[in-house]
């Protein structure tokens, strides 16, 4: 019986900030339509000021809520993470290049935000930590899968994922609204939200995330990974 799919998205939903989640998945190896979503200029000249400097954090976006694409319901919560076989899946259907390359600079043990993305209420819900680093999506070579891609062969993958394992829900769910009131606050101090990905580069499912210089910002005490971050 198939689990859940985890949605990780490009192009198709949208959060009130702009569209960006993440795609669900069919199996339990270890995000967005067949549609390749191309970068943005904007996304592309922000993203080449990192340079290599990229973060230990993340934030990865999936649709907690039914949805369905080419006749597969691509939900995938937080709580579908936990409910899976030793709470893992794999983190599959991206399909924007920029992403990708953010899967394929993850490492084994670091920790990422579980951001519910294209619903009601969007925000962060719980944290996860990478337990599998980037191998071949095995999505973009099924022909019944939403993220199916024709142009990408076996012998030279275009797409990638990584497995993660639940970590744990957050005590209080941290929502879109309150992290743009920080993120316009900071804009108009310098603070250390003020480029945060999330607002800058809204089309992308999975984001990095730097550690903040002052910790905590945003009166969430239980966050293990500061919330006083911005993109590079």
């Given amino acids: 019986m198939p689990r859940p799919r985890k949605r990780l998205h490009g192009t198709a939903g949208q959060d009130k900030e702009g569209p960006a989640g993440k795609r669900a998945k069919a199996k339990n190896p270890g995000e967005a339509p067949a549609t390749v979503e191309k970068s943005s200029p904007g996304e592309t000249s922000a993203l080449k000021k990192c340079g290599n400097n990229?973060?230990?954090?993340?934030?990865?976006?999936?649709?907690?809520?039914?949805?369905?694409?080419?006749?597969?319901?691509?939900?995938?919560?937080?709580?579908?993470?936990?409910?899976?076989?030793?709470?893992?899946?794999?983190?599959?259907?991206?399909?924007?290049?920029?992403?990708?390359?953010?899967?394929?600079?993850?490492?084994?043990?670091?920790?990422?935000?579980f951001y519910h993305s294209n619903c009601k209420e969007p925000g962060i819900a719980g944290l996860v930590k990478i337990v599998k680093e980037a191998y071949p999506d095995h999505t973009q070579f099924e022909k019944s899968n939403p993220h199916y891609d024709p142009s990408s062969k076996k012998d030279n993958p275009k797409w990638s994922m990584v497995d993660v394992q639940f970590v744990r829900t957050m005590k209080r769910f941290i929502p879109l609204a309150e992290l743009r009131t920080h993120h316009q606050a900071h804009k108009a101090t310098g603070g250390p939200l003020q480029n945060m990905a999330l607002f800058t580069l809204q089309r992308l499912s999975v984001q990095p995330l730097t550690r903040g210089k002052t910790g905590p910002v945003l009166g969430h005490p239980h966050a293990r990974v500061a919330l006083a971050t911005h993109l590079c």
Avoid at 63 to 83: H, W
Avoid at 85 to 98: A, L, S
């Fill in 54 to 113: 990229v973060s230990s954090y993340w934030l990865m976006k999936s649709e907690p809520e039914s949805r369905l694409e080419k006749g597969v319901d691509v939900k995938f919560s937080i709580e579908d993470l936990q409910a899976q076989p030793k709470q893992t899946t794999c983190w599959d259907g991206v399909r924007n290049y920029q992403a990708r390359n953010f899967l394929r600079a993850m490492k084994l043990g670091q920790e990422a935000f």
